[in-house]
Structures are given as structure tokens and as C-alpha cells.
């Protein structure tokens, strides 16, 4: 069976996270990694980058991926305000204004606020400590719960189908636990995404020769409109023929910058400066580090992995301007200048996911609409994993949620964006990508389910820029 990622998961706190069950999907695509025939694009050296343009606005310190996994979070000044001396409203409105709507409507549902319910509306229902607000209401929740004894509910924490009757408050403060780690997520999860809007800036701003040199309306195509993307090369036929938002581009960093990157990677790995190994269980063994490229409070990043942060940035306005040109609907996107480059060594993995956040099954839609990855593994062959597995639909069973999706429903949850939509128990198909040295794959954040291959060396290198958009869900 399927385990749905659990929402205590700090798997980025962003996947619609399933195990990846042998078998779940079914390889229609090549189960081996494919390599393109021949390089599509020319060789674009990405040397002697000027500055940004433009610096984006006030940057406090913090840090996403640790913000939003569970434990000991660090939290920005706002956020900190926010939680211990109890938001002046207008703030908490701002806030909840500038969400993803599909997480303000689970707090609605919560709350048990009408569908019309106005962000003031929802802020003064969260009064002076949202926080301690939404652990009332997952007690309430738990208590009803517990009284009715349903089935789905004892199951969800391990109790026998008669413990209700027996024990109903052992049912009852299990229950209230797992109610309200989901609800902090969520609330954390608000909290962040504004914080992360507020930082970001228009990708007009980072313009580079390099990325608008190389960027094509194929490429726009491939990711705003891939039905209309063909190409002559049987793997980004392969690829295509997922029909999903998802392009490769190789040959166009410079084999010499992403091995100095590379080097700096491992430099900074050997001083210690990457997180803990991750222990969740969507991505156990992984290792990350944020790499602050521009706005203010940049870096300290070594010259070739800023070199590496400036070029990508200059990706999505490329691509919103070639997707303009070709007149390929695509949203206005905006850019964090922070870079992640994340390691994975032996046996490690990371199970079927979408760069979404989300907490259990219920796959909240966020302002993250573009993911770029650049590879950074100058040995890399045939027999090593690690690749990134692509697939052209949820490779989850829909007749089998995981334990985590019983979260949301329980609470009464509906804003579910994610495997009710695409999920499909067959003819689910898959492309893997080989992690290759300067290799850019871009997709779709939102739509596209892909995961890690368990990676055979000991450290498997990528560097990740999430583009988010304009005005946030389209
Ligand atoms: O490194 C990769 O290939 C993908 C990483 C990923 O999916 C993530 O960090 O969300
Ligand atoms: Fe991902």
C-alpha cells in the first residue's frame, strides 16, 4: 500500500509525499536512464556574469526549508512577533491576504467560517494567538470525534475498532495531537509563504544575456503548452510524450563553472556547513544548504555557486519573455534569490512527490509555479541512481490513501488540489533523467509528480531555484 507522507513529514514540508511502492507505476517510459542523442542546445559558457540588476527588497534571516519542517524552527522577526505577542489584526489580515487561498479555506473550514468568509474575517477568528486558536479547535475536533468513535478516526492512531467505547480520552488526545501538528503546519506553512512573497521580486529584474541567449519558445512551450512542444530527439520525445510541463536543457552551463560548483559543494559539505541528515521518511539521508545569491543579507556564497545562482535566476524571465513572444500563456512569475542545493548519498531517496506544500494527502496549492534544478556530478554513470524520476501523472492508487490523508478529512477539510485531481491507478508512465553534470531540468511545480532514484554514491548533488508567481495561484 501507498503510504501518504505524514503531516509531521519535513520532506521540504512541501510534498504531496507517497511511498514509493514496487510496482505503483508501471514503466511505460524507459525504466533506465535515458541520455539525449544528441545536445539540442549550443554551448552557452555562462562566464563573465555582471550583477543583478536589481537587488530585491529587505531579506530577514531565515531560513524555508527549516521553517517549514517541524522541530526547531527558526522564525523571522515577523513571524516571531506574530506567534508570541499575538498579531495586531491589520497584519494578521495582510497575511492571510497574501496566502495561498487553498490554505486560508482550510483554516475557514476549521474555524467553521462560511465559503465567503473575508480575510478580516478569518484574522479575528484567529484572534491575538492563532496558534493557540487552532489547538482549541483541534481539541473540539478530537473530543466530537472521539465521542462518535468512528472507525476511520481509531484507525488513524492505532487504536482497535472498540477503543472509543473503552477509552475514549486516550483516543481523544491522540487525536488532538495529530490535529494540531497539522494545523501548526499549516499555519507555519501561511506564515511563510507570505514572508517568501514579500522577498521575492519580478524575474524582469534578473534578465542575463546567457539565459535569453539559449531560452526558446520550445522551451516555453514545453512547459506552458506541451502538446504543441514536438521534437525530432527520441528522449525529449520520451519526455514529451509524458505531456507534461517539463523541460530539459543540456550542454549550456559551462562544464567548467558547474565543476568549480561542484567543488565548492563538497567544500562546503567537508566544513560541516549542511543540514542534518533529514529523518523523514519521504527523503530520508538528504542533506541541504541555502545559498543566498542576491538581496540584501547575500550570501557568504563561494564565486562559482553565485556565479551558478545569477544564471539560473535569469531562466525565468527568458522564459516569460519567450513565452510572450510566442504568445503560450504562462504566469507572471516572481524569483527568491536563495538557491538550495541539496546532497543525497547512499540509498537515499525521495518518494513521488509535487513541490507543493501540503499536509497528509491534502496537497495545498502554493504560489511555487516553476522548479529549476541544475546537476552538479562531474562522475556521474550509468549504475549510480540518483536520477530524477519523472512521471505523467500521480503515481498513487486512488483507492488507497495513506494514513495521512484521514488528517484533513477528519478536521473536515476539503481544499484538496492534488492526487483526487490526477491520480490514476494505471497507465501511469515515467521518464528517469540522469543526474548529469550542468544538466537543467525545469517543470512545473504544481502539476509535476517526480521523485529521487535511490542514489548509489555518496553524494548526489543538485542546486534547486523555485520561481514562484505573479499573483499567486493562477
Ligand atoms: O534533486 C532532484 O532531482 C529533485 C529534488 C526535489 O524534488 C526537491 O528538492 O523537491
Ligand atoms: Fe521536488
Known amino acids: 500500500m501507498n503510504a ?10 512541501h510534498g504531496t509525499c507517497i511511498s514509493h511502492a514496487p510496482g505503483a507505476a508501471e514503466a511505460l517510459g524507459a525504466s533506465e536512464p535515458v541520455e539525449p542523442s544528441e545536445p539540442l542546445e549550443l554551448l552557452a559558457v555562462a562566464g563573465g556574469l555582471g550583477k543583478a540588476a536589481s537587488k530585491g527588497p529587505s531579506d530577514p534571516e531565515f531560513n524555508v526549508r527549516q521553517l517549514r519542517s517541524h522541530g526547531a524552527a527558526p522564525r523571522t522577526a515577523a513571524v516571531h512577533a506574530a506567534q508570541t505577542v499575538g498579531a495586531p489584526p491589520q497584519e494578521l489580515t495582510q497575511t492571510l491576504t497574501a496566502a495561498p487561498p487553498g490554505l486560508v479555506k482550510a483554516l475557514m473550514q476549521v474555524l467553521d467560517l462560511p465559503d465567503q468568509a473575508a480575510p478580516e474575517d478569518v484574522a479575528a477568528a484567529l484572534g491575538a494567538d492563532p496558534q493557540m486558536t487552532l489547538t482549541l479547535c483541534a481539541v473540539k475536533r478530537a473530543s466530537e470525534i472521539a465521542m462518535g468513535s468512528k472507525e476511520e478516526a481509531l484507525q488513524l492512531v492505532g487504536f482497535p475498532p472498540n477503543a472509543g467505547i473503552q477509552d475514549p480520552e486516550g483516543v481523544r488526545n491522540k487525536l488532538a495531537e495529530l490535529f494540531s501538528t497539522y494545523l501548526a503546519e499549516i499555519w507555519e506553512i501561511v506564515q511563510v509563504s507570505s514572508v517568501f512573497k514579500e522577498l521575492s521580486v519580478p524575474v524582469s529584474s534578473w534578465r542575463r544575456p546567457w539565459a535569453d541567449a539559449l531560452v526558446t519558445a520550445r522551451h516555453a512551450q514545453q512547459l506552458w503548452a506541451p502538446h504543441l512542444a514536438v521534437s525530432p530527439h527520441d528522449f525529449y520525445q520520451l519526455l514529451s510524450g509524458l505531456g507534461i510541463g517539463v523541460a530539459v536543457l543540456d550542454r549550456v552551463v559551462s562544464p567548467q ?87 543525497y548519498g547512499h540509498g537515499s531517496h525521495y ?69 483526487s485531481m490526477t491520480s490514476s491507478s494505471h497507465g501511469t508512465a515515467h521518464v528517469d533523467i540522469a543526474p548529469l553534470l550542468g544538466r537543467l531540468v525545469i517543470f512545473r511545480s504544481r502539476e509535476v509528480w517526480h521523485g529521487i532514484q535511490p542514489s548509489a554514491t555518496a553524494r548526489r548533488w543538485a542546486v534547486t531555484l523555485w520561481v514562484l508567481a505573479e499573483d499567486g495561484p493562477e
Open 257 to 343: 563553472l558547474a565543476e568549480e560548483a561542484h567543488g565548492e559543494l563538497e567544500t562546503l559539505a567537508d566544513q560541516g556547513k549542511l543540514s542534518e541528515f533529514s529523518q523523514s521518511t519521504c527523503n530520508p539521508g538528504s542533506r541541504h544548504l541555502w545559498l543566498r545569491f542576491g538581496g540584501v543579507n547575500v550570501g557568504p556564497v563561494p564565486p562559482a555557486l553565485q556565479r551558478l545562482g545569477e544564471a539560473l535566476a535569469g531562466l525565468p524571465g527568458a522564459l516569460e519573455a519567450k513565452a510572450k513572444e510566442a504568445q503560450v500563456p504562462c504566469p507572471r512569475l516572481r524569483l527568491v534569490p536563495n538557491l538550495m542545493a541539496a546532497t
Open 351 to 419: 518518494v513521488p512527490h509535487k513541490d507543493m506544500y501540503s499536509g497528509g494527502s491534502c496537497g495545498f496549492e502554493n504560489t511555487r509555479m516553476l522548479t529549476i534544478l541544475c546537476y552538479l556530478n562531474p562522475q556521474w554513470q550509468p549504475g549510480d541512481g540518483g536520477e530524477l524520476r519523472l512521471f505523467n501523472t500521480s503515481p498513487a492508487p486512488p483507492s488507497s490513501p495513506g494514513p495521512g490523508s484521514a488528517v484533513p478529512r477528519l478536521l473536515g477539510i476539503t481544499a484538496d488540489h492534488s492526487e
Open 4 to 13: 501518504v507522507c505524514s503531516p509531521r513529514c519535513t520532506c521540504h514540508g
